[in-house]
T-cell receptor, first 113, second 110 residues
Framework: DTEVTQTPKHLVMGMTNKKSLKCEQH?????MYWYKQKAKKPPELMFV???????INESVPSRFSPECPNSSLLNLHLHALQPEDSALYLC????????????FGQGTRLTVV | GEDVEQSLFLSVREGDSSVINCTYT??????LYWYKQEPGAGLQLLTY?????DMKQDQRLTVLLNKKDKHLSLRIADTQTGDSAIYFC??????????FGTGTRLTVIP
């Protein structure tokens, strides 16, 4: 099983809403990642969790708040987003930050209105 | 910061071989990857190569790495219409960040 599951697949939210994106893997991976991908662009790293601790924050605005409740789950809490935050949000996992294979979920397509 | 470059477009005829190229700048790269992305979908890991290897073959896919020139390529043999997608190379640096190239849109002409 090399599956990373993301929910929801699509999300439309207003600028005053609070919502959460969820990511789950059962491969025993200890590193989990959030990426943001705008249309026709490569994915850009947002956050990395290693052994349930935040290890990398790529200067992401505080309206994005990651959480890793356990080694299988990764959340991204969203609050007061802007229309320019509309994008595909991708979750990934690997055995460790130094692990060889990094698997991605199918993404959540977020639209901020 | 790391810079990973790819050509934007490639068109090939069905049955021909496709070669997608990638250059990177970080000399501390540990692993280099090729991912496939179909419209509206996530990233599918196709293959990867450890930085001390120079070639890896996996069925129709051949990865070549020239570490001296920091050049990576992906060859797809007998390209099929189902191979049409965007292909990203990615570079895991010594800091364990995964940097993606700009992506190459492969179009397979029947």
């Amino acid at each position: 099983d090399t599956e990373v599951t993301q929910t929801p697949k699509h999300l439309v939210m207003g600028m005053t809403n609070k919502k959460s994106l969820k990511c789950e893997q059962h491969m025993g991976h200890r590193a989990m990642y959030w990426y943001k991908q705008k249309a026709k662009k490569p994915p850009e790293l947002m956050f990395v969790y290693s052994y349930e601790k935040l290890s990398i924050n790529e200067s992401v605005p505080s309206r994005f708040s990651p959480e890793c409740p356990n080694s299988s789950l990764l959340n991204l809490h969203l609050h007061a987003l802007q229309p320019e935050d509309s994008a595909l949000y991708l979750c990934a996992s690997s055995y460790g930050q130094g692990g060889s294979e990094a698997f991605f979920g199918q993404g959540t397509r977020l639209t901020v209105v | 910061g790391e810079d990973v470059e790819q050509s934007l477009f490639l068109s090939v005829r069905e049955g021909d071989s496709s070669v997608i190229n990638c250059t990177y700048t970080d000399s501390s790269s540990t692993y280099l990857y090729w991912y496939k992305q179909e419209p509206g979908a996530g990233l599918q890991l196709l293959t990867y190569i450890f930085s001390n290897m120079d070639m890896k073959q996996d069925q129709r896919l051949t990865v070549l790495l020239n570490k001296k020139d920091k050049h990576l390529s992906l060859r797809i043999a007998d390209t099929q219409t189902g191979d049409s997608a965007i292909y990203f190379c990615a570079d895991k640096t010594g800091a364990n960040n995964l940097f993606f190239g700009t992506g190459t849109r492969l179009t397979v002409i029947p």
